[in-house]
Nanobody, 119 residues
Framework: VQLQASGGGLVQAGGSLRLACSAS????????MTWHRQAPGKQRELVAL???????KYSDSVKGRFTISGDTAKKMVSLQMNSLEPGDTAVYYC??????????????WGQGTLVTVSS
């Protein structure tokens, strides 16, 4: 299974970006899809999550500004980021918890995409 993320870049504070991530490979069922981020010198943190039934959760720092959406049939997840702040600068990683037919579910990660927000 491979996850491919795209959409990062440089944006001014107050601007918007949309990240996208698609999965390919041997996938029986996608259980959850998430976006994480890691800022320089900090630990990776969960930003947003969407479950198979469409339930979403957000970190307090992005609630009201970011929107996660996912399509398990298309094996895609996106993150719409509005009202970006310099504190949102980080490498963003997509993640999917994927169920296989003959093995236990497993976490898969995309390669990371850099988002830089200038003040």
């Amino acid at each position: 299974v491979q996850l491919q993320a795209s959409g990062g870049g440089l944006v001014q504070a107050g601007g918007s970006l949309r990240l996208a991530c698609s999965a390919s490979g041997n996938i029986f069922r996608i259980l959850t899809m998430t976006w994480h981020r890691q800022a320089p010198g900090k630990q990776r943190e969960l930003v947003a999550l969407i479950t198979r039934d469409g339930t979403t959760k957000y970190s307090d720092s992005v609630k009201g500004r970011f929107t996660i959406s996912g399509d398990t049939a298309k094996k895609m997840v996106s993150l719409q980021m509005n009202s970006l702040e310099p504190g949102d600068t980080a490498v963003y990683y997509c993640n999917m918890f994927i169920q296989h037919v003959v093995s236990q579910p497993k976490d898969y990660w995309g390669q990371g995409t850099l988002v830089t927000v200038s003040s």
